[in-house]
């Protein structure tokens, strides 16, 4: 009865990840077509759901599932991933609660790494995976997309500048409806999978599903669901941090920014380099700013958010592990899930609600 | 580089990197080539330039293609995964 309590709790945890994935990334879709005016907001958010849905149905190449050849696979247990989960959770709502776009599958990956620390000690995780998985594609992708940005934005300027501005702006809007659309797909099909290989591997190790069976058709359809639910209610904080904190770009930089992010991204994908959307996007932007003046760059914002991404990791490995041991306390059955998800849920409640009512998010150094 | 070799695969790191320039550089190009035919043609029907009008349209529309071919070799790229 407990291991099927654990399971449940576990593939309701896991589909809550997702809606925080979806949420707290709609930014790296959205944000630049939003702030150029390329679409309205809600025009735009329901745009990137609906993608979002349909791309977690493109590929179910689940084989990669979390933190592989970053922990220890035979160890990895459904209350570690639980423990990994919650981590993930609440990393993603303290960065949304500052307005700072972070990594999901990072903070999925520092999660479940913690958890495993505590429940197997440091034989379980493996250095090299995870300077390999998650530090070097840290590096790389900010900076190639910057880099790719930078070059694509002083490209586009250097034909369409002698151009009237309103066909040249009209016609960069249609562009990132475009780009922005291929990165909505993108987004689902790489960060639903995740979700869909935590609860394939929880309903493994459970034994209602066969080592290496494909996930469930259910499975595939709540967690397409789940993330598309979490676009469409759209994390406006990190949308605004994302859009036009860092600077205020026009449609063509917008385009750049987009364009660029799709093209590493998917250059990643095509080899099977693990990159961040959330990396990439934010290292675009950065990058078609710089290129047209260093000083467009809002650098104390930029600053803010390359300090959350090299916390993501360490912060959500202590809630995780913080997370496993408190479960641990109740003993191996289901009452310390129960309680830490009955304790996440009503703060989470009360962050959302004060959240809400402060209003404007917090990214300190704007200026 | 040794160590390096050793935790990641440098040949895929190197990979992703002259892709993605090619990629990013060359959707920005093309983009902007859709945008100059389209301004242009604009511009040339006004003045009544009937065969610029036409050429300008032609490059407009290649390139837009070529653009919409990038999208859908990326959705291929996802599936094919």
């Known amino acids: 009865m407990d291991s099927e309590i654990i399971l449940v709790i576990v593939v309701v945890t896991a589909l809550a990840f997702d809606f925080t994935n979806g949420f707290h990334d709609t930014a790296n879709v959205v944000a630049t077509s939003i702030s150029t005016r390329a679409m309205p907001p809600k025009i735009a958010v329901g745009y990137a759901a609906v993608l979002n849905f349909f791309g977690a149905f493109l590929s179910l190449e689940v084989a990669a599932t979390i933190a592989s050849g ?3 696979a035979d160890l990895i247990t459904p209350m570690i991933v639980f423990g990994g989960l919650i981590g993930a959770i609440a990393w993603n709502l303290i960065t949304w609660y500052f307005g700072l776009p972070s990594s999901s599958s990072h903070a999925l990956i520092g999660g479940v790494v913690g958890a495993a620390f505590v429940a197997a000690g440091p034989d379980a995780v493996i250095g090299e995976g995870l300077i390999g998985k998650v530090a070097i594609p840290a590096v790389v992708a900010p900076t190639l997309a910057f880099l790719v940005a930078g070059i ?38 790489n960060d639903a999978q995740k979700t869909m290989g935590v609860i394939t591997l929880a309903l493994i190790a459970a034994g209602e599903l066969g080592s290496g069976a494909e996930p469930p058709f259910w499975v595939i359809v709540s967690a397409a669901t789940a993330i598309a639910l979490g676009t469409y209610m759209g994390g406006w904080r990190i949308i605004k941090t994302m859009g036009s904190r860092i600077i205020k ?81 109740f003993g191996t059955g289901a009452a310390g899930p129960v309680v830490v998800s009955a304790v996440l849920v009503v703060v989470g409640v009360v962050v959302f609600a004060r959240r809400l009512r402060q209003g404007s998010p917090i990214t300190a150094a704007e200026g | 580089m040794t160590v390096l070799a050793q935790i990641i695969d440098v040949g895929d790191l190197l990979s992703v990197i002259w892709t993605s320039l090619l990629a990013g550089i060359g959707v920005c190009f093309v983009f902007s080539l859709t945008i100059i035919g389209f301004a242009r043609a604009t511009d040339m029907r006004r003045e009544g330039h009937g065969a610029a009008m036409i050429l300008y349209s032609a490059l407009a529309v290649l390139s837009l293609a070529a653009v919409l071919a990038l999208v859908i070799f990326g959705v291929v790229v996802m599936t094919a995964r």
Do not use: C
């Not at chain 1, 991204?265 to 380099?273: E, K, P, S």
């Open chain 1, 249 to 329: 770009m026009d449609a063509a930089q917008g385009f750049a920014a987009q364009g660029s992010g799709a093209a590493v991204i998917l250059a990643a994908t095509h080899v099977g380099f693990p990159l961040s959307t959330t990396h990439t996007i934010s290292g675009g932007v950065m990058g078609a700013g710089a290129a047209k003046r260093v000083s467009a760059v809002r650098w104390g914002v930029a600053g803010n958010i390359v300090t959350a991404w090299v916390l993501t990791l360490p912060a959500s490995a202590a809630i995780g592990a913080f997370t496993y041991g408190v479960t641990r306390v």
């Open chain 1, 70 to 72: 970053i922990v220890e």
């Open chain 1, 152 to 189: 694509g934005i002083l490209v586009i300027y250097g034909m369409v500048g002698r151009q009237h501005p309103g066909p040249v702006t009209r016609g960069f809007r249609f562009g990132q409806i475009i780009s922005g659309g291929l990165l909505a797909l993108a987004h689902g099909t």
